[in-house]
Each structure stands twice: as C-alpha cells, then as structure tokens.
C-alpha cells in the first residue's frame, strides 16, 4: 500500500472520501515524518496540537457528509504568513516571539477549506534571497543530493533554494501535502525547480496580501506549492479570491482551477521569448527547454518565436523596486511595535531604535535596506527609482506585445539546479538565480514551475510556464501536459 504521505492532495482527498483512512491517521503520518525530518530545519515552528484538533475537526465533518474542499489535507504554512496565536516570524531575529492577534486571510482562506496546518515552514529572511541562507532560524536543507561522477550520492549539502525553501523541503520529502508560499521575483518557482515540485505564482492581485509580512508590496504574491500540477490547481482555488483589506485585491471570479485541467492545448500557441537564451546556458537546461517545447507541441499546442526586448533590464530592474519599497515597508520594525527590543543602557529612543534594527535585521535585509533608502533619497531618486519604474512599464509592455502573437511562454524555470551552500557568497552571484523568474514578477503575471528533468547529476530541474493576466488555467493545463510528458518520478 502506497504510504500516506506519499498520495496526492487529489489521492488523500479520494482516501478521505472513502473512508480508506481518517484525517487523524493522515495528520499523525505527517506528524511522525515531520519529526523524523528535523535534521532538513523546514519549520520554524512545528504546531502539532493545533494539527491533530484540526484534523478530528476534518473526521467530524467528513462524518456528517459536510468536508470542505480540503478537510483534512495535512499542510505548511511559510512563516510570512500570519497564523492567529502562532508565533510568525518572517525568518527573522527582529520578529522573534511575534505572535499575531489575526489569520492572513489566505492561511484562514486554506484553513476554513478544511485544512490541516503541520507548522510554520523556514525561509530566507523576510522572503530575501534564493537559498534559505539568510533565515535567522538556520539553513533549510534540501532532501535532494547530487550524484557525483562515481555514481553514488555525494554528501554536500544543496540549498532547497529560496525564499519558500521550507516550503520546498517540506513538500519535497513528504512531510507537507503542499504548502504555501510567496513569490516576489521567484521565490515559489525557483524553489520548486531545485527540489522537483510544482508551484504556482497567480496573477498580482488574486491572492490576498493581508495579514502577509510585506517584502516588496508591488510585487508580493501567495501561491501553493504542491508535488503535481492538480494539487497546485485544488490549493490555487482555495487561496485566491476578492478581499476588500487588500487594496490591491482583484474583484474577479475565482474558477475552479482544478475543473479545467485537461492537457489539451490545441489551438495554444506557446512562444519562445529569444532573449532568454542566454549566452553560456548550461546545455542541459537548453536541451530540456527544447524538450518541453516538442512535449507542448505533442499536446497539441503550435510554437512561435518572441521577443521581449527589456529582458535583460529585468534583474536590475527588480534589484532597484524591490528594495526600495522594503526599506519602506522595514521602518516598521523599530522595537516598539513587535518582536525584539534591544535598549541600550543610558541610550534615547533613536539609540533603541538602532540598536533594535542592528540586532534585529541580518546582512542580507541590511544590504536591502540600504540600497533601497539610497535609491529612494533625494539626490537620486530620479535616476534610479523613477528610471526603472519606467523600464518597468517598458518590461510589461514587451508581453502585451508578446501576447498579440501567442497565449503562454514557455522557458527554464532557473540558470541551473541546485547548488551547495556557499557557492553564491557573492550576493550578485546569488541575484542571477532570479534572471528567468523576475519579468514575470514585474509584469504581474501567472507563472509556474513543473518539474521535467534531471541534471546529468541527478538533480531536478524544472521548466516555468508565464501566461496572460488572470489565465492561470492556461498555465495550470500546460504544466499538466508537461507534467504528463515528463512523467518525472525521480524522488529526493
Ligand atoms: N530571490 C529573490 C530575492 O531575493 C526573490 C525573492 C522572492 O521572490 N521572495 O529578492
């Protein structure tokens, strides 16, 4: 019998459904290969009791015949997210024995479905970076080792990559069904790739941010991680939807995601944006890319080549937006408010105030906050942050014209598979990572990642899927016929 916590969201929910098992047992599965996992540090916090009561709670209704979508369905919660009484720290030392009065209302959105939270998943500090390096709260793991020449799995460790890299693991190694987490320029899709899972950034707009630690607001989005393209579509539905605390929430209907999942993709025509072949492309990610596009092809789908000339403004782009508008939204944590206070002998509040903030932030937020405060200062403001506020604008434009010829884009998820811990001390090393997922970001656009291949070291690698404003079905139903394609089975 196929172990419990090896099923789908779609199998626990059919288990569940017959009775073949209860959502107690379910919980308790994940609960034990939680523990049996710690040495990966996907959780920050672990919340068993709360599971275990949300799970007889799913059995009673399961009972009754009156389940939620997702009764049951053990899940991760990324720590950016706000869980009323859980203590929610962002990765970061100045959030430490934060507990928040209220539930985000995409966590609250997941729980009233039904579902089960296991605990608070790990991840680079307020959602900064694409290894799991910088969370106060230690290094993530991947459950995935590389084969080395000789055949046999090397012992170096590899990044799960970041920032949802708890999220990651944790579905990765079965100890979560699926996850949430937050994308800002690739934090659910790059992650996803490094460890052979899906995941899906919707649209900017349909999932709530309220009640999500802000990083870059323009930017931030809630999207599920999951082991296949189905699960990703049954946790999407759940997540998204209007929400009038979100100034920036889209007032639209929310599809039943999972309903529309065929794999046909005739009459889709998928481009292939030219400057995303990059010189230097590492040829196997190059081959796969081609791969997918024949996969896509066989399903039905006609390929057309496009051109998104901003491309390459991207990266600085993003590395100039994003912390701006963090150091702004990081004035906040100031000692007073929440979290850790550091109040120095003899010293005023300026003087608490700093000492709060040193002690608090780690090296990456830091560096964020100065590059964002010395982009947004009087002296320079125009030159930097005005100026790529309009590449930006420049950057959307080249996919509305992208769109008059094709209904998706098809491309690499990242540069490479996971790498080892260290190997990107240089921070525009570790920036790069991010090359293929931030247009996307700044667009606003649906983008996901699905497994399809191994690195000749046996590593996944995944290919990433953008689509037009709010067609997120699009994109779903072309990670299933890559999914279906790919027939990826290789597990950590
Ligand atoms: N790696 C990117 C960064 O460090 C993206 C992070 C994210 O999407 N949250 O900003």
Redesign the pocket.
């Known amino acids: 019998m196929t172990a419990l916590t090896d099923l789908t969201i779609a199998g626990m929910k059919a288990g569940l459904a017959a009775r073949d098992f209860s959502a107690a047992e379910l919980t308790a599965a994940h609960l034990a290969a939680m523990e049996g996992a710690r040495g990966l540090n996907a959780f920050i916090v672990e919340t068993p009791d709360i599971a275990t009561a949300q799970a007889a709670a799913a059995d009673a209704a399961l009972a009754k015949g009156e389940a939620k979508p997702l009764a049951g369905i053990p899940l991760g919660i990324k720590d950016l997210f706000c869980t009323k009484g859980v203590q929610t720290t962002a990765g970061s030392k100045i959030l430490q024995g934060f507990i928040p009065q209220y539930e985000s209302t995409v966590s609250g959105k997941l729980l009233a479905d039904g579902a089960v939270m296991l605990g608070k998943l790990n991840m680079d500090e307020f ?4 290894s799991n390096e910088t969370s106060a709260y230690g290094k993530v793991i991947s459950p995935w080792k590389a084969r080395d020449s000789d055949g046999l799995h090397s012992n170096r460790e590899l990044v799960p990559g ?2 949802s890299g708890g999220s990651a693991a944790a579905v990765a190694a079965r100890i979560a069904a699926g996850a949430t987490g ?6 659910i899709r790059q992650p996803a790739a490094f460890v052979g899972i899906s995941g899906i950034k919707p649209t900017y707009g349909r999932c709530s941010r309220w009640g999500v630690v802000a ?1 870059a607001s323009s930017l931030d989005q809630a999207g599920p991680m999951a082991r296949t393209v189905d699960d990703c579509a049954l946790l999407l539905t759940s997540m998204c939807g209007y929400d009038a605390k979100d100034s920036t929430s889209l007032n639209v209907p929310v599809p039943d995601f999972a309903a529309l999942l065929t794999g046909d993709l005739r009459g889709k025509r998928v481009g292939v944006p030219k400057e995303y072949r990059l010189d230097g492309m590492d040829a196997t990610i190059a081959r796969l890319w081609d791969q997918g596009l024949e996969w896509l092809k066989a399903a039905g789908a006609t390929i057309v080549d496009v051109s998104l000339p901003h491309t390459r403004y991207a990266l600085p782009v993003y590395y100039i937006i ?1 912390p701006a508008e963090a150091s702004s939204n990081l004035a906040r944590y100031d000692g007073v408010r929440y979290g850790l206070r550091v109040t120095p002998p003899g010293g005023n509040l300026a003087d608490m105030y700093s000492a709060t903030r040193a002690a608090g932030f780690g090296a990456e937020v830091k560096r964020r906050i100065m590059i964002g405060t010395y982009v947004l200062s009087a002296g320079f403001y125009d030159a930097y942050y005005t100026q790529a506020q309009k590449v930006r604008t420049l950057i959307a434009q080249d996919f509305e014209r992208a769109w008059e010829s094709c209904d998706l884009l098809l491309t690499p998820t990242a540069p490479s598979a996971a790498f080892a811990f260290g190997d990107k001390a240089d921070p525009l090393a570790m920036y790069l ?2 090359v293929f997922t931030v247009p996307a970001s700044l667009a606003g656009l649906p983008a996901m990642s699905v497994p399809a291949g191994l690195s000749p070291d046996g590593l996944p690698l995944g290919l990433q899927i953008i689509g037009k404003p709010l067609d997120e079905a699009s994109v779903l139903n072309a990670g299933l016929a890559i999914e279906r394609a790919a027939g990826f089975t290789a597990r950590p």
């Open positions: 959602a900064m970076g694409s970041g920032s937050t994308d800002t320029g690739g934090s990083f994003a990572n991010d």
